[in-house]
């Protein structure tokens, strides 16, 4: 599935597949984390001030535990997202090279007159140069 041009999508579906099920899962904990606390004021509405108190911190390290678990999951995603989109920048900057050295002296001509119309910076040259617009000349383009 390598040089499959559905690839990419694959990886895209999966990637949106993962954040959805991590969304799910975070909106899940969340409700728990509610019911949880709820429970724990419940439990606590004849005790002490004391009890209330050790009743809310417990809480609050609940709901610290459960955004620290969400965030480092997110962490994990970004990370392997950031390593796919690595490895694509990786694949299509050898892609590039290659082309340049396939492409004739008139291809690379033409390709950089068509990102001149494009509105972008003056193209640059296989040395690495910024090259200088050149007038289109008064022949046919093809």
Not at 47 to 68: P, T, Y
Not at 75 to 82: A, R
Not at 99 to 111: I, N, W
Request: aromatic share 4%.
């Amino acid at each position: 599935m390598e040089g499959c041009p559905w690839s990419g999508q694959h990886k895209d579906f999966s990637m949106k597949n993962t954040v959805l099920r991590t969304r799910r899962r975070d909106r899940m904990a969340i409700k728990v984390l509610f019911w949880e606390l709820e429970q724990h004021l419940k439990s606590s509405s004849g005790a002490s001030v004391v009890a209330i108190d050790n009743k809310i911190e417990q809480a609050m390290d609940l709901v610290k535990s459960h955004l620290m678990y969400a965030v480092r999951e997110e962490v994990e995603v970004l990370k392997e997202q950031i390593k796919e989109l690595v490895e694509r920048n990786s694949q299509l900057e050898q892609e590039n090279s290659l082309l340049k050295t396939l492409a004739s002296p008139e291809q690379l001509a033409q390709f950089q007159a068509q990102l001149q119309t494009a509105g972008s910076s003056p193209p640059v040259s296989q040395s690495g140069q910024t090259s200088q617009p050149t007038p289109p000349s008064g022949g046919s383009s093809a």
